[in-house]
C-alpha cells in the first residue's frame, strides 16, 4: 500500500472540503441587491448558454448528474480553485505594486509548524525526490528589508500528493512556517514538488476526460508571505521548463513567477533565490 494507490478523489475532496469549512471565508453579510446581481447574471449566463448552444435534456441531465457528483465527491473546493479563483485573484490584487500573487487553490493548512531560518520543511527519512534551496529576501516597495517576515510554504511531494490530504504522509510533510531573519532574508531547504494532475477518479476528472482537457498543473511551490504593517500575499512559484507552464489547467501562472533553479555547487540538488516585495497596509 502506498500513498500513490491509495489516494482517492472523494478522500482529498473530503478534507479539503472539511479544510473550508474550518476556515469559515464567508462573506459576512452581502448585500441583498449584491446577491440578486450576481446570481442573477450567472443564471443568465447558463440560460443563455442553454439556448445558444440548444442544449438538449439528455445534456440537462448529465449536467444535474454530474453536479450531485461534484458534491459527492467533496469537489466544490478544487472545481471552484481550479476554474474560479484565478478571476477573483486578478481582481482582488489588481492595485498591488509588489510581487505577483496567485490562487491559494484547496490544499493550504494554517499553522504549520514554525522554524527560523535557515530551515528545513519537515519530511521524511527517505524523503524521496531532488534537493531545493529556496532562498531570499523580503522587503518593502520602498526597499527596506522587512524584519519579522513569516514565509510559509506548502507543497507537493514528488509523487504529487500533499500531506492532509493523501494517505499515508506524516502530518506537516513539506509544510512550514518560516521567520525570516532582522533583514528579512530566508533560507528553506525542501524537495522539488512533482506537477500536480487532479484526481481522476472524481467529479473533476470526469468533466475533463469528458471535455477532452488535460488534468495538469506545473509542479509548484504555495506560499504566504507576511510582515507587519504589511499586505499579505497569496501566490505560487513554478519551474522554468516545465511542460505545464504554458497551459495550468488552473490558469494561475504568471510570467513573473516562474524560477530557474541552478545546480548547486556540492552537487546536492538545486538552489534558486526569489525576493518578495510588499505592498504597505
Ligand atoms: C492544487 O495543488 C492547486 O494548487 C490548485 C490551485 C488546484 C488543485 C490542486
Ligand atoms: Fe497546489
Redesign the pocket.
Known amino acids: 500500500m502506498s500513498t500513490e494507490t491509495e489516494a482517492t478523489a472523494a478522500a482529498s475532496g473530503a478534507g479539503a472540503t472539511a479544510r473550508f469549512r474550518e476556515n469559515k471565508k464567508f462573506a459576512a453579510s452581502t448585500s441583498t441587491e449584491r446577491v440578486g446581481a450576481l446570481a442573477g447574471r450567472i443564471i443568465k449566463a447558463v440560460n443563455d448558454t442553454v439556448l445558444d448552444e440548444k442544449v438538449t435534456y439528455e445534456e440537462y441531465n448529465a449536467l444535474k448528474a454530474w453536479l450531485i457528483r461534484v458534491g459527492e465527491d467533496g469537489e466544490w473546493p478544487?472545481f471552484l480553485?481550479?476554474w474560479v479563483?484565478h478571476s477573483v485573484e486578478e481582481v482582488a490584487n489588481a492595485n498591488r505594486h509588489g510581487s505577483k500573487g496567485t490562487?491559494?487553490?484547496?490544499?493550504y493548512i494554517p499553522n504549520a509548524p514554525s522554524q527560523d531560518t535557515p530551515a528545513t520543511l519537515p519530511m521524511r527519512e527517505d524523503e524521496p525526490g531532488t534537493p531545493l534551496l529556496f532562498q531570499g529576501q523580503v522587503r518593502s516597495v520602498a526597499g527596506e528589508p522587512l524584519a519579522g517576515a513569516l514565509i510559509e510554504l506548502w507543497h507537493?511531494d514528488d509523487l504529487g500528493f500533499?500531506s492532509q490530504f493523501a494517505p499515508g504522509l506524516p502530518e506537516w510533510n513539506l509544510r512550514g512556517c518560516i521567520i525570516a531573519d532582522d533583514q528579512g532574508n530566508f533560507q528553506i531547504n525542501t524537495m522539488q514538488p512533482a506537477p500536480?494532475q487532479?484526481p481522476t477518479d472524481g467529479a473533476c476528472g470526469a468533466l475533463i476526460a469528458a471535455a477532452g482537457w488535460h488534468a495538469w498543473?506545473p509542479a509548484?511551490l504555495?506560499l504566504k508571505v507576511s510582515a507587519p504593517g504589511h499586505q499579505l500575499i497569496t501566490t505560487?512559484l513554478y519551474f522554468e521548463g516545465d511542460e505545464h507552464v504554458a497551459d495550468d489547467i488552473?490558469s494561475?501562472v504568471k510570467p513573473e513567477l516562474v524560477l530557474a533553479p541552478a545546480d548547486r555547487a556540492d552537487g546536492h540538488g538545486r538552489e534558486v533565490t526569489y525576493d518578495f516585495v510588499l505592498d504597505p497596509e
Open positions: 478544487l480553485d481550479v479563483e490562487i491559494e487553490g484547496p490544499y507537493a500533499y500536480y487532479i498543473r509548484h504555495h505560487q488552473a494561475a
